[in-house]
């Protein structure tokens, strides 16, 4: 029997080998950050040795920074040329999302005005923005400005609901000016095994224990949360599952009207397990995990309940701590390579 549903499947990569494997088994589309594209690069130097070559030729002057702009623009560039046959604006379909900058967390103005180059790039381009303070602004705007935003560094129901009531706002603008929102269809990442990651680590300093089994189901708990408020309120904006930990992160939400972005090591092993493919996004998570975690870890309450997190306390919520700072991690590997190489050519 074969399950139809509305729910996407995406590659969590911008390798061009991954994203083929993905596509002939029906992913619509692809995500990538910094960490991956060091991966990638790492991985598949000869596949980009011949692009960082002419990028120092061709600008002799440029800094490592500006080089590793250059190969990860080029990264999404060729991810977007192998989904143009997957592209439908009207339906989200056929995009890859490229990540602003980590260092302009707090800077709307620097993620927007990047948020435009990076839409500039190709027609299925979808841009990364994070659930920051800042961030929230940079989404409303380049909604507004017609651009297909995807939120990450978000962990939390709160931040869920902070992305979409700004989408819905910049939407509505855009209405009453007599402009079209046909092809604007935004994402709000939910990162849920990076906070399951945050949640085991939280509760290993602060001494609490709670059944195992309750910090695997965390994440799934707080994106059941989100998918809920977004169906009631109508939103606009699609929930997007990453961070894959466990199988959890994929087989809960199938059925939802949602996107998965799953890396490749992950798809390899769901086409090769005996999970049943079925609807268990309505299925709630069970009252007593959702009780244990919100009665004995605070940081998951936090997570769970709509009002959880103000605006303003998005930055300094531990699990967004720890991600940027893994992100930047990320990017100084990369220029760091790139540096490597421009000293030895």
């Given at each position: 029997m074969?399950?139809?549903?509305?729910?996407?499947?995406?590659?969590?990569?911008?390798?061009?080998?991954?994203?083929r494997?993905?596509?002939?088994?029906?992913?619509?589309?692809?995500t990538?950050?910094?960490?991956?594209?060091?991966?990638?690069?790492?991985?598949e130097?000869?596949?980009y040795?011949?692009?960082?070559?002419?990028?120092?030729?061709?600008?002799?002057?440029a800094?490592?920074?500006?080089?590793?702009?250059?190969?990860?623009?080029?990264?999404?560039i060729?991810g977007?040329?192998?989904l143009?046959?997957?592209?439908?604006?009207?339906?989200?379909?056929?995009?890859?999302?490229?990540q602003?900058?980590?260092k302009y967390?707090?800077?709307t103005?620097?993620?927007?005005?990047?948020?435009?180059?990076?839409?500039?790039?190709?027609?299925?381009?979808?841009?990364?923005?994070?659930a920051?303070e800042?961030?929230?602004?940079?989404?409303?705007?380049l909604?507004?400005q017609?651009?297909?935003?995807?939120?990450?560094?978000?962990?939390?129901?709160?931040?869920?609901?902070?992305?979409?009531?700004?989408?819905?706002?910049?939407?509505?603008?855009?209405?009453?000016?007599?402009?079209?929102?046909?092809?604007?269809?935004?994402?709000?990442?939910i990162?849920?095994?990076?906070?399951?990651?945050?949640?085991?680590?939280?509760?290993?300093?602060e001494?609490?224990?709670?059944?195992?089994?309750?910090?695997?189901?965390?994440?799934?708990?707080?994106?059941?949360?989100?998918?809920?408020?977004?169906k009631?309120?109508?939103?606009?904006?699609?929930?997007?599952?990453?961070?894959?930990?466990?199988?959890?992160?994929?087989?809960?939400?199938?059925?939802?009207?949602?996107?998965?972005?799953?890396p490749?090591?992950?798809?390899?092993?769901?086409?090769?397990?005996?999970?049943?493919?079925?609807?268990?996004?309505?299925?709630?998570?069970d009252?007593?995990?959702v009780?244990?975690?919100?009665?004995?870890?605070?940081?998951?309450?936090?997570?769970?309940?709509?009002?959880?997190?103000?605006?303003?306390q998005?930055?300094?919520?531990?699990?967004?701590?720890?991600t940027?700072?893994?992100?930047?991690?990320?990017?100084?590997?990369?220029?760091?390579?790139?540096?490597?190489?421009?000293?030895?050519?």
């Amino acid at each position: 029997m074969v399950l139809r549903t509305n729910t996407q499947y995406w590659n969590d990569s911008c390798s061009l080998v991954e994203l083929r494997y993905a596509i002939a088994r029906g992913a619509t589309g692809a995500t990538t950050n910094p960490v991956i594209v060091n991966t990638v690069l790492s991985k598949e130097f000869s596949t980009y040795q011949a692009t960082l070559k002419k990028a120092l030729k061709d600008y002799p002057n440029a800094g490592e920074d500006d080089i590793a702009w250059l190969l990860i623009e080029y990264a999404a560039i060729q991810g977007a040329k192998l989904l143009e046959k997957k592209f439908d604006p009207k339906k989200g379909t056929g995009r890859i999302s490229i990540q602003t900058n980590t260092k302009y967390y707090k800077n709307t103005e620097k993620l927007v005005q990047q948020g435009l180059h990076f839409h500039s790039l190709a027609k299925n381009m979808q841009v990364k923005i994070p659930a920051t303070e800042a961030g929230i602004c940079a989404a409303e705007e380049l909604t507004y400005q017609g651009v297909n935003i995807n939120a990450t560094v978000s962990f939390t129901v709160p931040q869920s609901l902070a992305i979409a009531e700004a989408v819905e706002r910049a939407l509505d603008r855009r209405e009453k000016e007599g402009k079209s929102n046909a092809a604007i269809q935004p994402v709000c990442t939910i990162m849920v095994g990076r906070l399951d990651d945050w949640l085991k680590a939280y509760t290993s300093q602060e001494g609490i224990i709670l059944d195992p089994e309750c910090l695997e189901w965390a994440g799934v708990a707080v994106f059941k949360r989100a998918y809920e408020i977004y169906k009631e309120k109508g939103y606009r904006s699609k929930l997007l599952a990453a961070a894959y930990r466990n199988h959890y992160h994929w087989s809960e939400f199938i059925g939802g009207d949602v996107i998965e972005t799953i890396p490749y090591a992950w798809q390899v092993k769901f086409n090769n397990s005996t999970i049943a493919v079925q609807n268990r996004m309505s299925t709630p998570v069970d009252s007593g995990i959702v009780k244990q975690l919100t009665q004995k870890v605070p940081d998951f309450k936090k997570a769970y309940e709509p009002k959880g997190l103000t605006e303003r306390q998005f930055n300094s919520y531990g699990a967004t701590k720890r991600t940027l700072l893994q992100f930047a991690q990320g990017y100084d590997e990369l220029v760091r390579f790139i540096r490597g190489y421009m000293i030895e050519v």
